[in-house]
């Protein structure tokens, strides 16, 4: 062993915490590897990939038959969907052409907030079904006139066929200034944010 062997091994020892500890004894070392190599444990049986993946397809199943009697049931009952009007906004509440950065915050200030799809334009006359809900009652379905894209000011959203969109909503008004919109990924994640998603 040389010098630096040395150095190294006595500067390893100096910063070993445990260095002014006595060493345990072997036969306590000797008795407690007995203990540990005799004493039986039962171990949870691990499901093999086979076997976790065999209830997959029957938990689709279900949730598949419950979806169906969730909509079909009601109807079979003569149930018909509740419809609501919601007016577009006459001018976002945009005064001078500005708005506040869409938040969290001034999401869970609104009566209504819900996700939906549009299922029909007729004219003017948008209908959205309500397909998720985060704040307020809302009806089974939403009517709401359309806006010209093009001479909006846009403070209003306008709805294309088969589009899914998140809207906000107080006094009977969808809110513009970006509150509502399609459902998109960054829009979708302040709604998430602002109602637990």
């Known amino acids: 062993m040389d010098n630096n062997d040395r150095t190294l091994r006595e500067q390893l020892r ?3 915490p445990a260095r002014r ?5 072997e036969t306590w070392l000797d008795h407690r590897m007995e203990q540990i190599m005799s004493e039986t444990t039962t ?10 993946r065999a209830w997959l397809p029957l938990a689709g199943v ?22 609501e009007q919601l007016a577009q906004p006459s001018d976002g509440g945009i005064a001078s052409g ?3 950065p869409v938040s969290a915050e001034g ?3 609104q009566e209504q907030a819900f996700a939906a799809r549009v299922i029909a334009v007729d004219g003017d006359t948008v209908t959205l079904e309500v397909t998720e809900r985060f704040a307020g009652t809302v009806a089974d379905r939403v009517e709401v006139q359309q806006v010209d894209a093009l001479s909006s000011d846009f403070s209003g959203v ?13 006094d009977a008004t969808i809110r513009g200034c970006g509150l509502s919109g399609t459902n998109s990924p960054e829009l979708r994640a ?4 602002a109602f637990g998603g």
């Open 62 to 83: 279900a949730a598949a038959v419950a979806i169906a009697a969730a909509i079909a049931v009601p109807l079979a009952l003569g149930g018909t969907p509740t419809v």
């Open 14 to 16: 100096a910063a070993d």
């Open 43 to 52: 171990t949870p049986a691990v499901p093999t990939r086979s076997t976790r």
């Open 190 to 193: 302040i709604y998430d944010e």
């Open 21 to 25: 500890i006595a060493p345990l004894p």
């Open 107 to 109: 999401l869970r200030d």
């Open 158 to 170: 306008p709805f294309e066929l088969g589009k899914s969109y998140l809207v906000s909503a107080g």
């Open 98 to 100: 500005s708005c506040m």
